[in-house]
């Protein structure tokens, strides 16, 4: 329920501002934002109900609140847990990963390419290349 609520909200507004975009350039619709505005003012209370349905309340009672799981933890489990959140930002790790991402040989995995225009553009030319230019692409 909590997936279908939350991806159904995107989607109906998704292709509910797609329809009134696509309406609005053939001129069927006047003031295109105004009608989206309004159907979004209109659709949030149906779909307050569905995510009040989706994501109750009880789990954030105060009865609920009060009988906290971690009240019946152990130390055994504190230092786990303790554990797993050291491993998870361990800077030897994250320094490791950086090294790898920034490394010549995960670039040409990435697919970056050295490109080059052979004509140069002016200072003040606002263009980043016209249709008619050629490509060189350079060795790495």
Known sequence: MKFVSVKGIILVSYWQNLMIAILGQAGAIDTPGSLQGILIAIECVPAAILVLRAFPISPYSKEAVDSSPLDSMSGK??????????????P?????????????????????????VNEPLAENDSRLMDSDEELQVLPN
């Open 92 to 116: 030897k790790d994250i320094f490791q990963d950086v090294v790898h991402n920034f490394s010549s040989r995960y670039r040409g995995y990435a697919q970056y390419h050295n490109v080059q």
């Open 77 to 90: 489990d504190f230092k786990q847990i303790f554990v797993s959140v050291q491993d998870t930002v361990n």
